[in-house]
């Protein structure tokens, strides 16, 4: 079946530093990717989802690659501040409705 | 918008004990998920459902019990609670204009 790999499982940056967190997938039949925030506590919330046909998206501060060839898709925070600090999710749905999650990344942003 | 409302948000069984979780959606999504959170993990999938009446197993599923009698609502039972289990259960559907998962907030089980 599906597997998803997330890294790294933590993170530490600077207030101002850019954060990355990749996963990697194994069914190129995957058609949509999404990243999750979760605070400490709270549930989980959409941080952005992407289609298979979509290779790069960017929203507030937060930059999205989809590399299919490499099954490989990455979150970039730029600019990271404390209110970041939280663990991330990435997620990957295939044809037949199964959705996978990454383990998380748990990420401190220092000041 | 919509809403998903899962109940009870805490939930204390004892070993051994059968437990159902409910879960309603008013997006009117065809497909609802159901994961299990464990501390400091990420979400496994128990069942999920493409439709009402429809039922799939997910990696989780030994042990789970789901049903989908109506569209709106998917219920999770679990058959024999595991003493000293603690997980968070949630609860998801799946649509809307950026076609991606939307999460109730959770049941909080602790098993004694």
């Known amino acids: 079946g599906e597997q998803v790999e997330q890294r790294p499982p933590h993170l530490s940056v600077r207030e101002g530093d850019s954060a990355i967190i990749i996963c990697t997938y194994t069914?190129?039949?995957?058609?949509?990717f999404s990243w999750y925030k979760q605070e400490a506590g709270a549930g989980l919330q959409l941080l952005m989802s992407?289609?298979?046909?979509?290779d790069r998206k960017e929203e507030q501060g937060l930059t999205v690659l989809l590399n299919k060839k490499d099954k490989r898709l990455s979150l970039n925070l730029t600019a990271a501040h404390p209110g970041d600090s939280a663990v991330y999710f990435c997620?990957?749905?295939?044809?037949?409705?199964?959705?996978?999650f990454g383990d998380g990344t748990q990420l401190v942003v220092k000041p | 918008g919509g809403i998903i409302t899962q109940t009870p948000k805490f939930l204390i069984g004892q070993e051994g004990q059968k437990l159902t979780l409910k879960c309603q959606q008013n997006?009117?999504?065809?497909?609802m998920y159901w994961y299990r959170q464990d501390s400091g993990k990420g979400l496994r999938l128990i069942y999920y459902s493409i439709t009402e009446n429809d039922l799939q197993k997910g990696d989780l599923s030994e042990g789970y019990d789901a049903s989908r009698e109506k569209k709106s609502s998917f219920s999770l039972t679990v058959t024999s609670a595991q003493k000293n289990e603690m997980a968070v259960f949630l609860c998801?559907?799946?649509?809307?204009?950026?076609?991606?998962?939307?999460f109730g907030a959770g049941t909080r089980l602790s098993v004694l």
């Open positions: 069914d190129s039949a995957t058609a949509y």
């Open positions: 997620a990957v749905r295939r044809s037949n409705n199964r959705i996978f």
């Open positions: 992407v289609l298979s046909n979509v």
């Open positions: 997006f009117n999504h065809d497909t």
């Open positions: 998801a559907s799946w649509g809307g204009s950026q076609n991606t998962l939307y």
